[in-house]
């Protein structure tokens, strides 16, 4: 139990397909996050909620869609999407932003747009 | 070239060696992680350093930030430590973290 919970662990989708991933952590924490990690390349932060706020978007194309709905859910609606968008999908928490906020992960949605 | 460089990028090694990944970074930073994601996909923080030398069980994570580098050791390496190790730095400018791309070791028995 790693106390941050993704499902589904694995999605298959067309490109014409609409679904969302959902992340939910039981660590009390305020601060969540939506990370991307392709093959062989560092993990790209694309969204930041802090106290289920939006304080980050990393220039993400808007078919990725972030909802929180409060500091203990968060989720990532998908709709048409590219095959390029393949790629383990990470949600992340922590208690504060600061230096010392070590982020939690969960274990990923293995996402793959055919 | 990213911000954060990992080497090697793959290592291959035989159980019971001593296993070495760096880690060398570019901007000024407040503190330095490594993480390992296993197989699965889950990432679990194993350190963060600021100065000096840290320990736990069989790992080593050392900094050196007048040269900016930083290197994580593995004593008796065993294949359950088949992983993927990453290294992240935490910028003290804009307090962002910067991801290295992994190194992914293999441990054979």
């Known amino acids: 139990e790693t106390g941050v919970t993704q499902t589904p662990r694995h999605l298959v989708m067309g490109m014409t397909n609409k679904k969302s991933l959902k992340c939910e952590q039981h660590?009390?924490?305020?601060?969540m996050y939506w990370y991307k990690q392709s093959a062989k390349k560092p993990l790209e932060l694309m969204f930041v909620?802090?106290?289920?706020?939006?304080?980050e978007n990393n220039s993400v194309p808007s078919r990725f869609s972030p909802e929180c709905p409060n500091s203990s859910h968060l989720f990532l609606h998908l709709h048409t999407l590219q095959p390029e968008d393949s790629a383990l999908y990470l949600c992340?928490?922590?208690?504060?932003?600061?230096?010392?906020?070590?982020?939690?992960f969960g274990n990923g949605t293995r996402l793959t747009v055919t | 070239k990213n911000e954060v460089e990992q080497s090697p990028q793959n290592l291959t090694a035989q159980e019971g060696e001593f296993i070495t990944i760096n880690c060398s970074y570019s901007?000024?930073?407040?503190?330095l992680h490594w993480l390992q994601q296993h197989p699965g996909g889950g990432i679990v923080s194993l350190f963060m350093?600021?100065?000096?030398?840290k320990k736990h069980g069989r790992l080593i994570a050392t900094i050196n930030i007048q040269e900016k580098h930083s290197s994580l050791h593995i004593t008796a390496s065993h294949p359950r430590d088949s992983a993927v190790y990453i290294c992240?730095?935490?910028?003290?400018?804009?307090?962002?973290?910067?991801w290295g791309a992994g190194t992914k070791l293999i441990i054979k028995p």
């Open positions: 909620y802090s106290l289920e706020e939006r304080v």
């Open positions: 660590l009390g924490h305020n601060a």
């Open positions: 350093l600021s100065s000096g030398k």
């Open positions: 992240a730095v935490r910028s003290d400018s804009n307090y962002q973290l910067i």
């Open positions: 901007v000024g930073i407040s503190a």
């Open positions: 992340a928490s922590s208690q504060g932003r600061g230096v010392n906020s070590p982020l939690h």
